[in-house]
């Protein structure tokens, strides 16, 4: 796990940086979606000037990385693999004090709720991207990128939505469920996906990695996208 | 190691023998036979070799989490353990429990956990009406019978590190099984008690990093971390992290500036 995490971090961390390679028509990267600054290839929406003279990607993937910073499952991941905190269950810690989250840094991981209000949104972004995906030029087509942005939707969601947080907010935090009809049954939805919530949790975080590895390669010629498109 | 003609196998184990004060490993060999658990098996070095080995254990079935103890480094129930998960020529490691005083051998003094068992404010029912009787729907009570499926094996308690590792914790953190009860209280449905001051300062809920030992040890599959633990984090979060939330239960609870409508 810790080996996966860490190669994630380095991945993201050169891709954020990159600043090029992160469009090929239709196919905007996850990392850099919604692309806001007025440097951007594609521009999603125009809420940041030509001030910003970084890669438009450090406007916003900080909600990610402070969504899955936050997530439950992921804390246990890097309590157990970096902080060695337990470094396994029924292993010494490796430190002689803990105080576990009650102070700083730690305790800000209670703020997960208002990441997760973030990546919800972000999630739309996504899912709009997603359906961009399909668009080649004013008509209707797949292509394998098409099919890579939609799973990476999917997952998306998935995850986001069996977030601890999401399940206690649509209902878990209610003292009668019966009595609210429609948020008992998000309330069961989100727990189906919770019990999933760290398999949605890795898959999502490596398709994601995939999916702007799928696109830097279209975009730079490296291979050719497969497509199918309807005139 | 398999004897060919009659299915008999024999084992070696490693069991700590000793009392409060000092103690050490001592290893015995005896027979075990195909279905047998690891509970059989000391019995049988308590009734061959150690007449004196001390066992806590009531049930054999699961039910009264009296056996539990650490085999191979992790903790698990003697009773529910099979001798065919150790399927090897190595000594089979038995020890008490890590995170509790030793009485003697295989039993320890797990009395820590009835003295902070109290510090969990009690069921506080709704009144009722003269002759009215609580309805509860099965929306409002699934979640909380999970819980009842504890046994008090105090394997949660055991493995879980706050505990196990920092003794100075012990009087701040009242460990995972604590915050189950916690949690079945809080989401009852006839309940009218708020106890999310108490999980924070008294219960210290936030010694928790959530690293789902407890959940992955449960004997009676509770999803410790994830059902109880985790919503009642959320809940302390409602109360004492939300600024959004504050803020509007500060305006809900401004008096009002004319008559009620």
């Known amino acids: 796990m810790a080996m996966g995490l860490f190669a994630f971090i380095l991945y993201a961390t050169w891709a954020t940086f990159q600043n090029s390679h992160y469009y090929a028509a239709p196919y905007l990267s996850p990392f850099y979606s919604p692309c806001v600054s007025a ?36 804390r246990r991941v890097y309590y157990r693999s970096f902080w060695l905190s337990p470094p396994a269950c029924a292993v010494a810690d490796a430190r002689p004090r803990y105080s576990g989250e009650s102070r700083l840094p730690l305790i800000l991981n209670n703020v997960h709720r208002y990441f997760f209000y973030l990546a919800f949104a972000l999630a739309i972004v996504d899912s709009w991207d997603a359906v961009a995906a399909f668009d080649f030029s004013g008509h209707f087509g797949i292509g394998l990128g098409s099919l890579i942005m939609l799973t990476d939707a999917v997952l998306l969601w998935s995850y986001t939505l069996g977030c601890h947080s999401c399940r206690h907010l649509v209902g878990g935090r209610l003292k009668l469920l019966s009595a609210h009809r429609i948020r008992y049954r998000l309330w069961k939805g989100s727990s189906v996906l919770n019990r999933h919530h760290g398999l949605f949790g890795w898959t999502s975080l490596g398709w994601v990695g995939f999916t702007d590895l799928y696109v830097r390669l279209v975009s730079t010629g490296v291979i050719t996208d497969p497509r199918w498109v309807l005139h | 190691m398999r004897s060919a003609d009659t299915g008999t196998q024999t084992v070696r184990l490693r069991i700590w023998r000793g009392d409060s004060q000092a103690g050490r490993f001592v290893e015995y060999s005896v027979p075990f ?14 009734a061959t070799l ?153 219960l210290g809920i936030s010694y928790c990093n959530i690293t789902r030992c407890c959940t992955e040890v449960c004997p009676a599959g509770i999803a410790i971390t994830d059902n109880a633990i985790i919503p009642m984090k959320e809940r302390v979060a409602d109360r004492f992290f939300d600024p959004l939330r504050l803020l509007a239960a500060k305006l809900r609870s401004r008096p009002d500036s004319g008559p009620a409508k």
């Open chain 2, 50 to 202: 150690a007449p004196d080995l001390a066992v806590r254990w009531n049930c054999k079935a699961g039910k009264c989490g009296s056996c539990s103890a650490e085999i191979d480094g992790r903790p698990r129930l003697m009773c529910m353990t099979r001798m065919s998960l150790f399927d090897r020529d190595s000594p089979l490691t038995i020890a008490p429990l890590k995170t509790f005083p030793a009485e003697r051998d295989l039993v320890t003094d797990v009395g820590f956990n009835y003295a902070v068992a109290g510090r969990v404010p009690p069921l506080a029912p709704r009144q009722t009406e003269p002759g009215e009787h609580h309805r509860i729907w099965d929306a409002d009570i699934e979640r909380v019978q999970e819980f009842h499926r504890c046994i008090e094996c105090f394997l949660c308690q055991d493995v879980c590190h706050v505990l196990r590792d920092h003794e100075s914790n012990k009087n701040k953190f009242v460990g995972p099984r604590h915050l189950v009860r916690l949690a079945e209280l809080e989401m009852h449905p006839i309940d009218t008690a708020d106890r999310r001051a108490t999980a924070r300062h008294d």
């Open chain 1, 39 to 74: 440097n951007c290839t594609y521009q999603t929406a125009p809420l940041v000037g030509s001030w910003w003279k970084v890669s438009p990607a450090l406007a916003v993937v900080w909600i990610p990385l402070g969504f899955r910073t936050s997530c439950y499952y992921f």
């Open chain 2, 33 to 46: 036979n195909d279905g047998e658990v690891v509970l059989d098996v000391v019995h049988r070095v308590q």
